[in-house]
């Protein structure tokens, strides 16, 4: 999941060292954001589509007549809540309140350190 969150920044990143801005040039950063989600969860989650497939909508040309500081703004806030919902897919953040998805992570009362394989511990 790391590698598709790395490939999602690089993605990202490359609109923003263009000259010309086009819309499609967002597609492909963003499906891997929602990509990010799906690996996560291991289902599809509207969660994980709404970010950015607004960003994509703001993105087109036809979608909006702001000038071009109040897009770049737009954007900017987009791609954040974007990158923002993907560093939660990968768990590196949580919001306040919010709980670990994955479980406890183990201690050492769940097997013996010495053992490398736990189950072979309890078989005599």
Avoid: K
């Amino acid at each position: 999941m790391a590698i598709l969150a790395v490939t999602t920044g690089v993605l990202l990143i490359r609109p923003l060292t263009e000259t010309v801005n086009f819309a499609y040039y967002w597609s492909p950063g963003l499906l891997m954001a929602v990509m990010v989600g799906c690996a996560a969860h291991r289902r599809v989650r509207w969660q994980d589509w709404l970010w950015p497939v607004l960003a994509l909508i703001w993105a087109l040309p036809q979608a909006n007549d702001a000038a071009a500081w109040q897009w770049w703004a737009g954007e900017l806030v987009l791609l954040g809540m974007t990158a923002l919902q993907v560093a939660r897919n990968c768990g590196s953040v949580r919001l306040p309140g919010e709980r670990d998805q994955g479980g406890a992570p183990p201690t050492d009362r769940d097997h013996d350190a010495g053992d490398p394989i736990p189950e072979l511990a309890t078989r005599g």
